[in-house]
Nanobody, 123 residues
Framework: QVQLVESGGGLVQPGGSLRLSCAAS????????IGWFRQGPGKEREGVAC????????YYIDSVKGRFTISRDRANNTVYLQMNSLKPEDTAVYYC????????????????WGQGTQVTVSS
């Protein structure tokens, strides 16, 4: 069964950085497109970034372009989301999920959701 585990969240001041990790158990992330999603207080879950299998393509929503970077570490079977220049509006629970569809952007196309990791950006 596909299962992902997120980690790396925390409390950070505006302008700070965090690196989130998405680890897999029981399967190899390499074969899947991996997406990072977030759900802020009172908001819908939104896709933040994704990386296709083979790392041919990456995608970011406009609000995080130039600040967030998604990458894959094959040796550790982990996908990371490096978040720099964090803003209060980045506060959310962050989730990762997997899909076999390389162009998938919608959360409904993804599976293997973990429990999420809380990111709070506040002074």
């Amino acid at each position: 069964q596909v299962q992902l585990v997120e980690s790396g969240g925390g409390l950070v001041q505006p302008g700070g950085s965090l690196r989130l990790s998405c680890a897999a158990s029981g399967f190899t992330l390499d074969f899947y497109t991996i997406g990072w999603f977030r759900q802020g207080p009172g908001k819908e879950r939104e896709g933040v970034a994704c990386i296709s299998s083979g790392d041919r393509n990456t995608y970011y929503i406009d609000s995080v372009k130039g600040r967030f970077t998604i990458s894959r570490d094959r040796a550790n079977n982990t996908v990371y989301l490096q978040m720099n220049s964090l803003k209060p509006e980045d506060t959310a629970v962050y989730y990762c999920a997997a899909t076999s569809y390389s162009g998938a952007r919608s959360a409904q196309d993804y599976g293997g959701w973990g429990q999420g990791t809380q990111v709070t950006v506040s002074s």
